[in-house]
């Protein structure tokens, strides 16, 4: 994987922007702005079979994903 001039992972920088706690939605989490690279369809299959973590429904039109979900899979890695 590449790595900048201070040793960070492209993975990795992503994530640097992100909050410590919180929610944050999809079009956070996933590429070309989040830090994970995959489509929205391979994403919400890995949500059905447990690969990817579960979302929160704050109401009927709003879906989030607790930040240190996504913060652990990505130290996990996303593969």
Do not use: C
């Amino acid at each position: 994987m590449a790595q900048s001039s201070d040793g960070v992972s492209a993975r990795h920088a992503g994530i640097q922007h992100f909050p410590q706690t919180g929610f944050v939605r999809l079009n956070s989490v996933l590429a070309p702005i989040g830090p994970i690279p995959i489509g929205r369809s391979t994403w919400w299959a890995g949500v059905k079979s447990g690969r990817f973590p579960k979302p929160v429904k704050l109401g009927p039109r709003t879906t989030v994903w607790r930040v240190e979900d996504i913060r652990a899979l990505i130290d996990k890695g996303v593969s």
